[in-house]
């Protein structure tokens, strides 16, 4: 057995989506902002869906908050200790601005639907996936 089997499932890289997987080599996570009407989209696309305008990457601050969350217990994959959270984040950049990740650092049983968090990157490969953890005091206005 290999003991440095990747925890995570490299993502298929192309143009649209390299972006957001790769933005956490430099700490950052981009998503995908209409250049004519500001709106965020996810996951990358070509074109808005909302007015139709060109698409292009952007960095977010990073913090949002649990929308969803279901605690798996159950060993899909044996590199990945279980329990782990799966959760739906929603960003604070838009209402609606979801994606699915992992909750990371954290007591699965201490997490909350609303609660703040911020992301964290874990390599793979070519990739940088964007997890998850509780926010720290600091974001916090
Ligand atoms: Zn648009």
Redesign the pocket.
């Known amino acids: 057995m290999h003991d440095e089997l990747p925890p995570r499932i490299p993502p298929p890289i192309n143009d649209l989506n390299r972006p957001f997987w790769t933005g956490g080599a430099e700490g950052s996570l981009f998503i995908s902002q209409?250049r004519?009407?500001a709106?965020w989209t996810h996951p990358p696309d070509a074109v808005?869906s909302?007015?139709g305008?060109e698409l292009v990457p952007r960095p977010v601050s990073g913090r949002g908050s649990v929308f969803t969350f279901t605690i798996n217990r159950h060993p899909f994959n044996p590199v990945v200790p279980v329990p782990y959270v799966i959760a739906i984040v929603e960003l604070e950049e838009q209402a609606g601005l979801r994606f699915t990740t992992d909750l990371v650092d954290c007591d699965p049983e201490e997490v909350y639907i609303g609660m703040p968090v911020e992301v964290t990157f874990e390599q793979t490969g070519e990739a940088w996936v964007p997890l998850f953890r509780p926010a720290r005091e600091t974001s916090e206005l």
Do not use: P, Q, T
Request: hydrophobic share 0%.
């Open positions: 209409c004519s009407c709106r808005c909302h007015c305008g």
